[in-house]
C-alpha cells in the first residue's frame, strides 16, 4: 500500500491543464477562491496561478472577528497576486446577525460554524457573481471520504482541483511546490472557533485516517480487513465510523423517482 505520489510534478501539470480545460469548456477567464491560511486553499490556489494569469484570479481572504489572515495574505503575496485582487470581506456581522435570530447558546459550536461556512459560501459566490467567475473549490480526498465539511458551505464550488488528493498528498504537493514553511507545520483547522483543529475533533490525524481510506476506499477492502501498523483496532474503527455516519452527504437530497 503506497499514498506516495509517483510524480508531483506530473500530478500538478494534470491538474493545471484541468483547470485550463474547465475554463475553455466553460467560457470563463476569471476565478474567485477563498484562502483560509491552510495547506488546501494554498495548494488549490497555487495550482490555479499556473492555469491563470495572476490577474484573472481574486482572492477572499472571510475571517471571523479578528481572525488572523496573515498567513493567506502571504500566499497571495508569493504567488504573486495583484494587490487590487484580494479583497477581504469579514463575515462576523452576518454570522452574528443569524445567530441572534436563532438564538443560539454557547455550546453550540457545530451550528455556528455551519453558519460560518454558509455565510463565507454567499459571499464567494456574490464575488463570482460580480465577476462572471467561477468558483474555486479547495477540498480533498480525505475531508470528502470523512465528510469533513459543511453542506451548501465549504463543499460549495464549481471547479475542484484537488479533491482527487489524499491530505498525505496535499502535503506531498506543497513540499514539492516548496511553500513558506508554516503551511507544512500548521495543524489543520476549519476555523470555526478559537483552537478548534480538524484532529482533534475527529479524535485522529489524517496521517491515519488516509491509510484506512486508502484501504477502503481506492483498494475497496472489508472494514474488518483493515489494519495500520503501530494504530490500535479502536482508531482504525473510528475512522472507519466517521465515513458511516457521514455517508448521507453522498446521496441527499433523496429524490422520489
Not at 59 to 69: E, N, V
Not at 83 to 110: C, F
Not at 233 to 249: G, Y
Request: charged residues 25%; glycine residues 4%; aromatic residues 8%.
Amino acid at each position: 500500500m503506497s499514498l506516495k505520489l509517483d510524480s508531483p510534478e506530473q500530478t500538478a501539470n494534470t491538474i493545471v491543464k484541468f483547470l485550463q480545460q474547465t475554463f475553455r469548456e466553460q467560457n470563463k477567464t476569471c476565478a474567485v477562491i477563498a484562502v483560509s491560511g491552510g495547506i488546501d486553499s494554498a495548494l488549490s490556489l497555487a495550482l490555479l496561478a499556473q492555469a491563470l494569469p495572476a490577474n484573472q484570479i481574486t482572492t477572499l481572504f472571510l475571517p471571523y472577528g479578528d481572525q488572523s489572515t496573515d498567513d493567506a495574505e502571504q500566499m497571495a503575496e508569493f504567488l504573486n497576486i495583484p494587490k487590487e485582487n484580494r479583497r477581504k470581506l469579514n463575515i462576523q456581522p452576518i454570522v452574528d446577525a443569524v445567530e441572534t435570530q436563532l438564538i443560539l447558546g454557547d455550546k453550540d459550536h457545530h451550528r455556528k460554524g455551519n453558519i460560518m461556512a454558509r455565510a463565507r459560501m454567499i459571499l464567494i459566490y456574490d464575488t463570482a457573481k460580480e465577476l462572471d467567475a467561477l468558483v474555486c473549490g479547495t477540498e480533498n480526498k480525505s475531508e470528502h471520504f470523512l465528510g469533513y465539511y459543511t453542506r451548501f458551505g465549504d463543499a460549495a464550488s464549481d471547479i475542484e482541483p484537488i479533491a482527487h488528493l489524499y491530505k498525505t498528498n496535499v502535503r506531498q504537493m506543497a513540499e514539492y511546490l516548496a511553500f513558506p514553511p508554516q503551511f507544512l507545520a500548521k495543524a489543520p483547522s476549519a476555523g470555526l472557533w478559537h483552537d478548534q483543529t480538524d484532529e482533534s475533533e475527529m479524535g485522529f490525524s489524517y496521517e491515519v485516517a488516509d491509510q484506512v481510506l486508502y484501504q477502503l476506499v481506492d483498494e475497496h477492502k472489508d472494514p474488518e480487513q483493515i489494519t495500520v501498523p503501530g494504530v490500535t483496532t479502536d482508531t482504525v474503527k473510528a475512522v472507519i465510523q466517521q465515513v458511516k455516519n457521514n455517508r448521507f452527504k453522498f446521496h441527499v437530497p433523496y429524490v422520489m423517482e
